[in-house]
């Protein structure tokens, strides 16, 4: 039997790319001790599916060396520190909403649509007040509105509709594509934005709390208002390396929490459980952003907002996990690449400008079926 020599390297950055689990993977492959020590190597066969099994491309196993891959947008995350090389999750994310927006950046010009005018619009320079006003104003968001929700997700959904309304795609995911197998994990990033001017996208992970998403789209759309690209972390942390991070984040909590009208709510004596509850219900925003404005008030000292800070997102994690779940697969796949977007390839597919191939690609579906009952989930006549 022919075997396929492979530098044993090779096998280590595949698993670590992935991000998968040493005696997981071994199981499957009961032979990747001896490939990873160099003893043996395996069939075409078996590399093949290694190679799906990773997510990593056939192709890279023949190289002498593990290829140094690079992120293709500008890197803002504080998080990654202590984390091993690029997952390939993250890397197949960034891929197809490139894919996505350069499809849609290609239908706009085709429509002879304008530039939205609020792309790199702000600068560094422009006050987070002035700003998140900026967006308030484009968006039509308001305090108001956002307190009638009856929940956080009607929130986020409310946000995320009037974020789409004024021309930007927000595609909200936990997962790679629709494949629930391959999760995507906060603690490597929280969101990223393709800037531009006729196809500017969001993306959020789904995995979060729907709070802190709430925090994350925020700040993201901060970063097309200075036209920047970027993949970000979106959290409140104390400090940052980043000039423009600090700056996104002081417009996002802004732009969710007005400093003025968050004075005029904070009420003396109120125990600190309580008044997060009272609040997070007020403003519908993550009890972290909430406690960094109590920061920023002067309302608690740095030591009590740590304190704080750390027990809170401990249990807000806890919260995401026992919450997670299902739904219905046609609105998640809205969801997931962005109901603006969706409407305008099936509009395109159905009217023939489009090949279905390449719609069932972007939308990470394979049967004319579920792409029928997709497009009646948005309104066409399939």
Same mark, same amino acid.
């Not at 995320?160 to 995911?173: D, F, L, N, R, T």
């Not at 007020?282 to 750390?310: E, I, P, Q």
């Given at each position: 039997m022919?075997?396929?020599?492979?530098?044993? =390297?090779?096998?280590?950055?595949?698993?670590?790319?992935?991000?998968?689990?040493?005696?997981?993977? !071994?199981?499957r492959f009961p032979q990747l001790p001896g490939w990873e020590a160099g003893e043996t190597h395996p069939t075409l066969r078996q590399l093949e599916h290694y190679a799906q099994a990773t997510h990593a491309p056939l192709g890279y196993f023949f190289l002498p060396a593990p290829p140094q891959e690079a992120l293709p947008i500008p890197d803002f995350r504080t &998080?990654?520190? /202590?984390l091993p090389?690029? !997952?390939?999750?993250?890397?197949?994310? *960034?891929?197809?909403?490139?894919?996505?927006?350069?499809?849609?950046?290609?239908? =706009?010009? *085709?429509?002879?649509?304008?530039?939205?005018?609020?792309?790199?619009?702000?600068?560094?320079?422009?006050?987070?007040?002035?700003?998140?006003?900026? *967006?308030?104003?484009?968006?039509g968001f308001s305090v108001d509105a956002r307190r009638e929700c009856p929940s956080w997700a009607e929130a986020?959904?409310?946000?995320?509709?009037?974020?789409?309304?004024? %021309?930007?795609?927000?595609?909200?995911?936990?997962?790679? &594509?629709?494949?629930?197998?391959?999760?995507l994990d906060p603690q490597e990033f929280r969101g990223f934005v393709l800037a531009d001017a006729l196809a500017p996208l969001v993306f959020i992970n789904g995995a979060d709390s729907k709070a802190a998403q709430m925090f994350t789209?925020?700040?993201?759309?901060?970063?097309?208002?200075?036209?920047? #690209? =970027?993949?970000?972390?979106?959290? &409140?942390?104390? #400090? !940052?390396?980043?000039? *423009?991070?600090?700056?996104c984040n002081r417009v996002a909590a802004e732009l969710l929490v007005p400093q003025a009208e968050f004075r005029a709510a904070l009420q003396r004596?109120? =125990?600190?459980?309580?008044?997060?509850?009272?609040?997070?219900?007020?403003?519908?925003?993550?009890?972290?952003?909430?406690?960094?404005?109590?920061?920023?008030? %002067?309302?608690?000292?740095?030591?009590?907002?740590?304190?704080?800070?750390?027990?809170e997102e401990a249990r807000l994690k806890a919260l995401t996990q026992r919450n997670a779940g299902g739904g219905d697969f046609y609105r998640t796949t809205v969801a997931r690449v962005s109901k603006r977007f969706a409407q305008t390839l099936v509009?395109?597919?159905?009217? /023939?400008?489009t090949l279905y191939r390449d719609a069932f690609r972007m939308l990470g579906i394979?049967?004319?079926s579920t792409f029928n009952e997709l497009g009646r989930t948005l309104g066409f006549p399939t």
């Open positions: 022919i075997r396929v020599p492979v530098q044993p =390297a090779l096998f280590v950055w595949a698993r670590q790319r992935a991000r998968m689990d040493e005696a997981v993977l !071994s199981a &998080m990654r520190q /202590g090389r690029l !997952s390939a999750d993250l890397l197949d994310v *960034i891929y197809t909403c490139q894919t996505r927006q350069t499809w849609y950046r290609d239908e =706009a010009v *085709i429509h002879g649509e304008t530039p939205l005018p609020f792309v790199g619009s702000a600068t560094l320079t422009t006050p987070a007040t002035e700003a998140a006003q900026l *967006i308030r104003q484009t968006l986020l959904r409310l946000f995320i509709a009037q974020a789409e309304q004024a %021309g930007v795609m927000v595609m909200v995911s936990g997962v790679v &594509m629709n494949n629930n197998t391959r999760h789209l925020a700040h993201e759309l901060a970063h097309l208002w200075l036209g920047q #690209t =970027a993949l970000s972390d979106a959290a &409140m942390v104390e #400090t !940052s390396n980043h000039a *423009i991070e600090t700056w004596d109120e =125990a600190l459980d309580l008044a997060l509850q009272r609040l997070a219900r007020h403003f519908k925003v993550s009890t972290l952003v909430l406690l960094r404005r109590m920061l920023d008030v %002067g309302w608690l000292d740095r030591n009590a907002f740590w304190t704080a800070y750390r027990a509009a395109s597919t159905l009217e /023939g400008r394979a049967k004319p």
